[in-house]
């Protein structure tokens, strides 16, 4: 599966952003996806992530309310619409594939970098 993360850039504090992350390959209508990032100095962080069938969705305590993950089968596209963007949300966000719930990540993409203004 290959994976290619859209949609970062520049925005101010309160402001919205939504990533993109466009799959293909031959498993990626049948894989689960998830949401990542690596603040600069910190370990990556698991965001969200959404299954491939029923589209059911998990999400880490701290981006509950203002992150919601989300997927288009028919584009084999996942999303994350980030709302109320901080500071402390700057970061390079990566999106992922793969079998395993709910942090599957057998296949990753490049990353998009996101940068939230004070």
């Known amino acids: 599966v290959q994976l290619q993360a859209s949609g970062g850039g520049l925005v101010q504090a309160g402001g919205s952003l939504r990533l993109s992350c466009a799959a293909s390959g031959r498993a990626s209508s049948s894989s689960h996806m998830a949401w990542y990032r690596q603040a600069p100095g910190k370990e990556r962080e698991f965001l969200a992530s959404?299954?491939?069938?029923?589209?059911?969705?998990y999400y880490a305590d701290s981006m509950k309310g203002r992150f919601t993950i989300s997927r288009d089968n028919r584009r084999d596209t996942a999303y994350l619409q980030m709302i109320s963007l901080k500071p402390e949300d700057t970061a390079v966000y990566y999106c992922?594939?793969?079998?395993?719930?709910?942090?599957?990540?057998?296949?990753w993409g490049q990353g998009t970098q996101v940068t939230v203004s004070s």
């Open positions: 959404i299954t491939w069938s029923d589209h059911s969705s």
């Open positions: 992922t594939a793969g079998s395993g719930w709910p942090f599957p990540s057998d296949f």
